[in-house]
Each structure stands twice: as structure tokens, then as C-alpha cells.
């Protein structure tokens, strides 16, 4: 992944990266001179001044997450717009013949500032009809996820075989936001790089060949689809 970025925008992205614990301790000390409990973390469910300030530093990273996005060697310009194009468009790491860089400090799609900008706003829209919700992660083609999906009936969003590559495609952002929140979830970023050994697709140099490769995926939709079809029956019983 290091050779998707500049020597320069590597340095960029280290350092607004290391500044985020930065950003979270003197949030911390801003909410507890205004009176806010100190409680656990966010990884514990606190909802006090440390996961207050964890959750800025979510944010935050979000923010990076974006900058990294426009500020990588696969950037390109928009003549059209007179406006940086992202560094993944579509699903995919794509070839360019050339790249722009923009600054990090500039106040364009490729400025720090900008991104947090957009963070927030997405924030705003989505908060305006608050509704308290829950993430988690769990594998749709397990009998143990029965109880933690409860009354989900549809999926909408099959495996795509070979076409694309999600878990490769989390690298690119995963190392950056590792960098950032794994002080604040630990277990969530474990690995230095995302998991893939379950990733329901068949690439050829995971399974040592095209044919094993699509065996792993066939019994795996074959699993899936058969656990899935059980959770209808029974909700509709």
C-alpha cells in the first residue's frame, strides 16, 4: 500500500494519524473542566468524557480516511470541475497514467480541513432523525448468527464471485484508520491487515487455483443460501 502515496503524502497521512490520540486527550481534558464523568471507553459502551472524546477521534478518523483517498498517487484531476478526483472512484485501485497532488493544507477536496468539513456534514444529515442503533460483526453463513440477526429476512447484497475484491480494497484504508483507533478497539484492529482467509470469493491465489477457487465459493453460496432459506421458513411459520 506504501507505494500507492508520495514520500510527501505518506508524511501527511503519519502525522495527522499520530495527532489523533493528540486530539483525543485534549478533548478528554475539555470535558471533564466542563463537568463531564469519566467513564469507560467506547469499546465498553461508556458514554462519558474518555468515549466522548473516542468518539471525536472516530470522526477524525473518518476524516483521514478521506484524505487518504484524495491524497494518494492515484488521484487524478477533473479539468471539468477544476477539482480533484478521488483515488477510488469505483471498486477498484485502478491504473492512471498520471496523478494530481493537492496539499493537505489546502482548502480544497484534498485539504484536511475539508474532509473533517464533509465528515461533519454527514454527521448533521444523519443525525437530524437520531435513532439509536448497534454495529456488530458476525457471518451470515453460520448457525451463530441466528440469535444476533434476529428477525433480518432479506439480503440484499449477494458475494460477487470473482469481480471484486472488498478485503483486498480495505487495506487501503484499513492501515490508516488502524494507525488511528486501534488505542480505542483493540480487537477490532488486531491484524495488520484485513482478514481475508473468509472472504466469500473466488480469487485463484487464495485457493491455489481458479477450479478450487470456485469450489470454495459454490460450497460457500451453497452454505449460505441453505442457512438463509431456514431463517425465512421460520419466520414465516
Known amino acids: 500500500m506504501g507505494d500507492l502515496f508520495t514520500h510527501r503524502q505518506l508524511a501527511a497521512l503519519n502525522v495527522f494519524s499520530d495527532l489523533v490520540q493528540e486530539a483525543i486527550v485534549r478533548v478528554r481534558e475539555n470535558a471533564l473542566t466542563a463537568g463531564w464523568e469519566d467513564d469507560v471507553g467506547l469499546d465498553q459502551g461508556g458514554a462519558g468524557a474518555i468515549a466522548y472524546a473516542q468518539a471525536v477521534g472516530v470522526y477524525l478518523a473518518c476524516a483521514i480516511s478521506r484524505l487518504a483517498d484524495y491524497g494518494c498517487s492515484l488521484a487524478t484531476w477533473r479539468p471539468k470541475d477544476n477539482a480533484m478526483r478521488s483515488g477510488m472512484p469505483k471498486q477498484a485501485l485502478q491504473m492512471s497514467w498520471d496523478f494530481a497532488e493537492g496539499s493537505a493544507f489546502a482548502q480544497s477536496s484534498s485539504g484536511f480541513?475539508?474532509?473533517?468539513?464533509?465528515?461533519?456534514?454527514?454527521?448533521?444529515?444523519?443525525?437530524?432523525?437520531?435513532?439509536?442503533?448497534e454495529a456488530f460483526q458476525c457471518s451470515a453463513?453460520?448457525?451463530?448468527?441466528?440469535?444476533?440477526?434476529?428477525?433480518v429476512v432479506v439480503s440484499t447484497d449477494p458475494p460477487y464471485y470473482d469481480n471484486i475484491g472488498y478485503a483486498d480494497l480495505s487495506d487501503f484504508l484499513y492501515v490508516w484508520l488502524r494507525r488511528c483507533l486501534r488505542p480505542i478497539?483493540?480487537?477490532?484492529?488486531?491484524?495488520?491487515?484485513?482478514?481475508?482467509?473468509?472472504?466469500?470469493?473466488?480469487?485463484?491465489y487464495r485457493h491455489g487455483g481458479k477450479e478450487k477457487a470456485e469450489a470454495f465459493f459454490l460450497d460457500g453460496m451453497g452454505r449460505q443460501s441453505s442457512l438463509w432459506l431456514c431463517v425465512l421458513i421460520q419466520h414465516f411459520q
Open 113 to 133: 480541513v475539508e474532509c473533517a468539513d464533509v465528515v461533519a456534514k454527514v454527521l448533521e444529515t444523519a443525525l437530524s432523525g437520531y435513532v439509536k442503533g
Open 141 to 151: 453463513a453460520t448457525h451463530g448468527s441466528f440469535g444476533v440477526l434476529g428477525n
Open 185 to 204: 478497539f483493540s480487537g477490532l484492529y488486531a491484524t495488520l491487515a484485513v482478514p481475508k482467509a473468509e472472504e466469500l470469493v473466488a480469487i485463484p
